[in-house]
């Protein structure tokens, strides 16, 4: 079985988030880390590896530091890895993106492809099913399980209060929930290999099954009017009272503010 | 020469933080408290390679090198220098021996369970007449056909209580002196070992240390562990290996204290503003933060001597002796800056303070370091 995992390298919002003064993200001054339901989905693979065997594909579009975030991946396991990068490929929104991910798989042989569900810079969720559009699979989104049966993948997908059973014939394409799989870390060894591996690095030529109307800044239909970071709540007031003075103080500040 | 570590030391360094943040600070302060040895953490610990770091991988090691390994105690004891030991003792005192000077049926036999972390190993040098002055030893090893009989008890034997795998020194001939000690692998199970009181200590609370007892000991004759007679020297390079990992110990413990601090000083609020904003504590954390780093350095340069000289016992001697009294000062120091709060088990630098005072006595105390470096230099 072959599977390919679909990873972004996203800034990593624990550190708080950085602007360029035109108002896009200025993503050079913040940390990365691999957007975490992809992490999930990679995790998943790695496991249907372990009990099924498997040969796992990571690829991301990005950046050419991306190969930190594809170092990571060979490190947990993953056997090979593809970095798609180009200036021209830069400013896609998610049809650009997912355009030019599906042209990178049709170069790949492939049985099941995972994405995460959505990514925490973007937030939008349809890379995924749009790349399964461009290459005419199935797709399952919210997955919460994942099992192999011969050909076909049953999968849990997440639904409101309970969860759906979807059988698919595979290839398909996937879409992880953050709880899909808790992680594995990397290994000392892993990561002697991955530091050691070939990364596959493609450019817009190598892409052939790509229209240039649908890259980079140009091809994407989606403009971004302006970005602003939430405005923070103040610090707030810390009071250390037994429960009986704390409640009876919280009540007075209450009714200061005429909230009761 | 480039003091910044390359891409592998920093993803290993990323891994080892990731992972001590996430399973080993949370159970610091319990362990502590309930000196409770974190067996949960030693299988996680097995189950990423972490504690078989250094030996290759045709034994089930990661195949790394020194430096990855000093990261690793680092940063694990940076939130928990009992965790930090346990590897250490672990790693340096019972893995490296037995892959250095084991036969290839000793190898195959003790070190793949050894780096997995199915079971914990142990160095058994010390006993109550046999501290800084090893040579005494009075544990016998006396040969009986086709095995061993061991005589005697050992002390402050880290993961004494929960090791399986035991590197143990005995006399096989006293009137050769340290000329007559050898070394053995002794596992847990032979008939005649015993663990013997499990001491009550002021730091690395979580760590077992207990006695170890051999009565009537029966070691099979192959499980002797390289040249009859040769153990002392064994056991003196061992601990030149050894040094190196507390070292990394107590470079953890300083760095730890030393960011424990620098969070605590902007928040804690005195005569209305940080107390950050007064020189005396930005003064004092200019000379902690100054003097981990020069720990780290010679620390790191002892790591990368182990891997490149034939001998490092120097190198390992400044590193240990220099990071220990680091750890002791700079640990001392966060208590002071935490004031009152400090002193209280509800901040983490108390612990750290109590968990340093070891590492200036344990492998080599710091009198012992001195006399390595200066004997060297006086040669």
Known sequence: MKIVVCIKQVPDTKGGVQFNPDGTLNRAAMLAIMNPDDKAGLEAALRLKDEYGAEVTVLTMGLPKATDTLMEALAMGADKAILITDRVLGGADTWATSSTIAAGLKKLEYDLIITGRQAIDGDTAQVGPQISEHLDIPVISYAQDIKIDGDYVIVQRQFDDRYHVLKAKMPCLITALGELAEPRYMTPAGIVDAVNADITVWNRADLTELDDANIGLAGSPTKIAKASDKVRKGAGEKVELDPKEAVAYLMQKLDEKHAI | ?379
């Open chain 2, 1 to 379: 020469m480039d003091f910044t570590l390359d891409k592998q030391h920093e993803m290993a360094r990323t891994l080892f933080r990731d992972f001590a943040q996430n399973e080993v600070k949370p159970l610091a302060q319990e362990i502590d408290e309930t000196e409770r040895f974190p067996m949960e953490t030693v299988q996680k610990l097995g189950k990423y390679g972490m504690m078989g770091v250094p030996i290759p991988r045709e034994f089930g090691g990661q195949g790394c090198d020194t430096l990855t390994y000093v990261l690793l105690v680092e940063e694990l004891s940076k939130v928990c220098g009992t965790t930090g030991v346990i590897v250490s003792a672990h790693t340096s005192l019972c893995a490296d021996p037995i892959y250095k000077f084991g036969t290839d049926e000793q190898k195959a036999k003790y070190l793949p369970d050894l780096v997995t972390g199915k079971k914990v190993g142990a160095f058994c040098l010390t006993e109550p007449g046999a501290g800084t002055d090893a040579s005494g030893q009075q544990t016998k090893a006396v040969l009986d056909g086709d095995h061993y009989v061991l005589n005697g008890s050992k002390i402050f034997i880290t993961n004494g209580g929960v090791a399986e795998t035991f590197v143990v020194f005995a006399m096989t001939d006293k009137s050769k002196g340290t000329k007559g000690i050898s070394a053995f692998i002794v596992e847990k199970g032979f008939p005649g070992f015993s663990v013997g009181t499990l001491e009550k200590k002021m730091g690395i609370r979580a760590s077992s240390t207990t006695e170890i007892i051999f009565q009537d000991c029966i070691v099979p004759k192959e499980n002797m562990l390289g040249v009859e007679g040769k153990g002392f020297s064994l056991a003196m390079k061992t601990l030149d290996g050894g040094r190196i990992g507390i070292a990394a110990q107590a470079l953890g413990l300083a760095q730890g204290a030393l960011d424990n601090t620098i969070e605590y000083v902007k928040e804690r609020k005195q005569f209305g503003k940080p107390i950050s904003k007064f020189q005396n504590t930005q003064f004092q954390l200019a000379d902690m933060h100054t003097r981990v780093e020069a720990a780290r350095l010679l620390v790191y340069k002892a790591a990368i001597a182990k891997d490149t000289q034939k001998v490092f016992s120097v190198e390992a001697a400044m590193a240990k002796l220099f990071a220990a009294e680091t750890a002791m000062a700079v640990t001392t120091k966060a208590v002071q800056l935490h004031g009152g709060y400090g002193y209280t088990r509800e901040y983490d630098v108390e612990r750290m303070m109590r968990d340093a005072k070891i590492t200036e006595i344990y492998e080599g105390t710091s009198e012992v370091q001195r006399m390595v470096i200066s004997g060297n230099i006086l040669a």
